[in-house]
């Protein structure tokens, strides 16, 4: 076993002026989950590719554990990867797929049956090990996938999308399999993934990229409790907090017939202010912002409402956690006001975190 370091890692793809990845510093401990998260192009698969070997690192370093792995070939680095797309040879058996990458490193016949069966013990898999690829499902496939990395005793696992072929209820129910299966083996992991309730519910930590710059890594409970800039709060989150821009007043921003206080000295600095707000933490009543009613979207005990509001700045739109059971219909004007206390503020233009 052993951590991840990513040491001012950058990667500029040939014919490029702008680094795929830049700089990237990051620390991932020994034993750790951490989950790369971002939207298409944002770095975290190219960022995955580097420390496997299958993607030059142009300036800074990548280490596992004590070791410079950084101009190291793939397979002398001791990682498995685990990718979207499965990767099994068809001809095989799942025993032998499994047991491939042992094979052709010169590991003895009795040693591989030994793993392989320890491996499809622990994944559920040991009345398929005779079978083929082609007649599994496509959640016994990345078993299979994610069995042929485990026998192999990396220090590190790599997994790139590995659930993004399956359909919606087996990803919640395959994406538990993984989180329990990773903390039972204790390997160190990394994770790539574009969906942040994916990130939010495996990682012990994630890591939020964009345009191949690290924006925050932290415990998700850290990501969601207090975002560092507005891309982060509004890419954490389902559904994605309300950012709302507001005119600066006396003592605050103007919340429709509620007012939100503001530190007067963020107000002096800033006349304008992107306000965030969870639509869990706005609260209908009498006053607050007038929204009208687009969309209910019914979740049994609750509900969330999608509306737009007019502010000064123009048309926003709004989401609202509601009782699932007194809903408003569509067309109806509402009135919201954040809790006391729930608000987060940020800077118009660079998204920064005001205190």
């Known amino acids: ?142 078993r299979v996938a994610m069995g042929r990395a485990i026998v192999r005793r990396p220090r590190v696992f790599l997994m790139d999308e590995p659930l993004s072929n399956l359909d919606a209820k087996l990803r919640v129910q395959t994406r538990t399999e993984i989180a329990a299966l990773q903390r039972r083996l204790g390997v160190t992991t990394v994770y790539v993934t574009h969906d942040q309730v994916e990130a939010m519910t495996m990682g012990d930590r994630v890591a939020v990229l964009k345009d191949g710059v690290l924006q925050q890594a932290g415990t998700p409970r850290e990501l969601y409790d207090r975002p560092v800039n507005a891309f982060v709060a509004g890419f954490i989150g389902s559904p994605a907090m309300n950012l709302l821009e507001f005119g600066a007043e006396d003592g605050g921003v103007r919340f429709g017939g509620a007012t939100v206080p503001v530190e007067r000295s963020v107000l002096a600095a800033h006349p304008r202010l992107l306000l965030g707000v969870r639509p869990e933490d706005l609260e209908v009543g009498d006053r607050g912002l007038p929204v009208e009613v687009d969309v209910v979207e019914e979740l049994g005990a609750d509900a969330y409402v999608y509306g737009h509001a007019v502010l000064d700045g123009g048309p926003a739109n709004v989401v609202a956690r509601v009782r699932g059971r007194s809903l408003p219909a569509k067309g109806a004007l509402l009135r919201v006001a954040p809790r006391p206390g729930s608000t987060h503020l940020f800077a118009v233009g660079d998204g920064a975190r005001l205190g």
């Open 1 to 142: 076993m052993a951590g991840v370091t990513f040491d001012a890692a950058t990667r500029v793809y040939p014919g490029s002026d702008t680094p795929a990845v830049a700089d990237l510093d990051l620390q991932i401990e020994d034993g750790e989950f951490l989950v790369l998260v971002g939207p298409s192009g944002c770095g975290k698969s190219t960022s995955l590719r580097m420390l496997a070997g299958l993607e030059a690192v142009d300036d800074g370093r990548i280490l596992v554990g004590d070791r410079d792995v950084t101009h190291v070939s793939p397979k002398d680095r001791d990682i498995a990867m685990v990718f979207q797309n499965y990767a099994l040879y068809p001809h095989m058996s799942v025993g032998d797929n499994m047991g491939f990458a042992l094979r052709i490193s010169g590991v003895g016949t009795d040693e591989i049956a030994r793993r392989v069966a320890e491996a499809a013990k622990i994944l559920d898999l040991e009345p398929y090990l005779d079978r083929r690829p082609k007649s599994l499902s496509g959640g016994q496939r990345q």
